[in-house]
């Protein structure tokens, strides 16, 4: 199929790519810069710089595809996370840019429209698995992705196929988001917020990549895409330790929780996540069953970078020491 593909750069992007590749898809791929674009062009891939608020640009660009894959999202940087308009762009590209994608699709020959969306913020639920018939109770900073899930609606109420995966939370070598809670943990301290008893449900970024392939062929629907075994709180940071040679960190107090705001909110719950309706309608697995046996694989992967992560390249000082 023709797929066009927004996000292509992204961490899941870049993986996802060679997965359309192999399965003889031909991808035209959203760029903003010309070192991006020359990148992906000699792998084969037709890549494009298009402004996706644009929707005179849009519509040309969409015209004549099968899938339209939106995964552009534009995160903030770790000292800036915690400020409400750190996260306006973000906010724009879920509710402005997957509406303007969804019109050009529907204006064209797209079958197919698939949405990133974020399984984290279901209501906490204690131990209580959560399917994706559970209504979603964002926080301040990401209820946009209401408006990206509702444009993916949409295309399905026009007669075709909007499939929106809820991505579980991501980690990998190439996180931000990973490398400073490996930072933390050899220091002795877990940045995550919430009981130790808590649940999170996780997922790599090699399984979500395989998982918007999965969605190629899905019926259109909501499907959340996480691993097989969702953690508690206290395991997960262990797992972590583990992986990493030191000490089982010490987790954040109760009353630091606030501090952080929404965003401190939203990581404290418990969500104990099903991946049940995926892997039945399409066969997809993940890789790794549990962040457990991916914290393997993340710190090797690591350990060859010493140049880019040179805190896994020295011994770790555990606590007391």
């Given at each position: 199929m023709?797929v066009?593909?927004t996000?292509?750069?992204g961490?899941?992007?870049?993986r ?5 590749q192999?399965?003889?898809?031909e991808?035209?791929?959203?760029v903003r810069?010309?070192v ?5 062009t000699t792998?084969?891939v ?6 996706l608020?644009?929707?005179?640009a849009?519509?040309?660009?969409v015209?004549?595809q099968d899938?339209?894959?939106n995964l552009?999202?534009?995160i903030?940087d ?10 306006r ?7 402005v840019a997957?509406?303007?994608l969804?019109d050009?699709s529907?204006?064209?020959t797209?079958?197919?429209f698939?949405q990133e ?7 906490d ?12 109770s964002?926080?301040?900073f990401?209820?946009s992705?209401l408006d990206a ?8 109420q ?14 990998g070598?190439d996180?931000f988001q990973?490398?400073?809670m490996?930072?933390?943990t050899?220091k002795?301290?877990?940045l995550?917020?919430?009981s130790?008893g ?5 997922l790599?970024?090699d399984d979500?990549a395989?998982a918007v ?6 019926p259109a629907?909501?499907?959340n895409?996480?691993d ?9 940071v262990?797992s972590?330790?583990?992986a ?5 960190p010490?987790?954040?107090?109760a ?7 929404s965003?401190?909110a ?7 996540i099903s991946?049940h309706?995926?892997r039945s ?5 993940p890789?790794y ?10 710190v090797?992967?690591?350990?060859t970078e010493?140049?880019l992560f040179?805190d896994l ?9």
């Amino acid at each position: 199929m023709r797929v066009f593909l927004t996000g292509a750069t992204g961490v899941v992007g870049r993986r996802l790519v060679p997965l359309l590749q192999t399965a003889g898809h031909e991808v035209t791929a959203v760029v903003r810069s010309t070192v991006a674009r020359a990148e992906l062009t000699t792998k084969g891939v037709r890549a494009i710089e298009v402004n996706l608020f644009d929707s005179a640009a849009v519509s040309p660009a969409v015209a004549g595809q099968d899938v339209v894959v939106n995964l552009a999202t534009h995160i903030p940087d770790p000292s800036r996370m915690f400020l409400p308009w750190a996260w306006r762009e973000n906010d724009r590209l879920r509710r402005v840019a997957s509406a303007i994608l969804v019109d050009a699709s529907l204006a064209s020959t797209v079958g197919r429209f698939v949405q990133e969306s974020f399984a984290p913020v279901y209501p906490d639920s204690g131990s209580e698995w959560i399917d994706e018939r559970v209504s979603l109770s964002p926080v301040g900073f990401n209820r946009s992705i209401l408006d990206a899930e509702a444009s993916a609606e949409r295309f399905s109420q026009a007669g075709r196929a909007g499939v929106v995966l809820r991505f579980g939370g991501f980690y990998g070598h190439d996180a931000f988001q990973t490398t400073e809670m490996i930072k933390y943990t050899r220091k002795g301290w877990a940045l995550l917020p919430g009981s130790p008893g808590a649940y999170i449900s996780s997922l790599s970024h090699d399984d979500a990549a395989t998982a918007v392939a999965a969605a190629l062929t899905l019926p259109a629907g909501i499907y959340n895409a996480v691993d097989d075994e969702p953690m508690t709180h206290r395991a997960f940071v262990d797992s972590l330790a583990e992986a990493l040679g030191v000490r089982a960190p010490k987790l954040l107090p109760a009353w630091i929780t606030p501090l952080f705001g929404s965003l401190g909110a939203l990581a404290s719950r418990s969500l104990r996540i099903s991946n049940h309706k995926l892997r039945s309608a399409s066969g997809w697995t993940p890789r790794y069953s549990n962040v457990r046996q991916g914290w393997g694989a993340v710190v090797a992967q690591l350990r060859t970078e010493p140049l880019l992560f040179q805190d896994l390249a020295r011994p770790a000082k555990h606590r007391g020491e």
